[in-house]
């Protein structure tokens, strides 16, 4: 059973730095075939979007408006999928989740397509 769990989450000042984690047992990204691993957000009154995958044999991806200042990577020793967020602004608010796929096409963007899903860490930035 694949159980994916995010931690890391908090409050900060706008500016400042926060590292996720989502600790995946049951499932391993493997660079060799198509899986892919993705985090999400969802800020309360507005639709969950896309943060960042990996996916397409370690290729990762960014919403636009994020690039810069957050990165996806992973630690595959520890099967871990980290997202560094830096330079925070209030509109980053949000909760975070973690989301895997054995198999994934061109929806590695989008929330349906993945098949294992976190609970969420929530993430809150001050001005």
């Known amino acids: 059973q694949v159980q994916l769990v995010e931690s890391g989450g908090g409050s900060v000042q706008a500016g400042g730095s926060l590292r996720l984690s989502c600790a995946a047992s049951g499932f391993t990204y493997n660079v060799d075939r198509n899986t892919c691993m993705a985090w999400f957000r969802q800020a309360p009154g507005k639709q969950r979007e896309a943060v960042a995958a990996l996916h397409n044999h370690g290729v990762t991806t960014y919403t636009q408006l994020l690039k810069g200042r957050f990165t996806i990577s992973k630690d595959s020793a520890k099967n871990i999928l980290y997202l560094d967020m830096n330079s925070l602004k209030p509109e980053d608010s949000a909760m975070y989740y973690c989301?895997?796929?054995?198999?994934?096409?061109?929806?590695?963007?989008?929330?349906?397509?993945?098949?294992?899903r976190g609970q969420g860490t929530q993430v809150t930035v001050s001005s």
């Open positions: 989301a895997a796929d054995e198999y994934c096409r061109s929806g590695f963007m989008s929330w349906g397509e993945y098949n294992h």
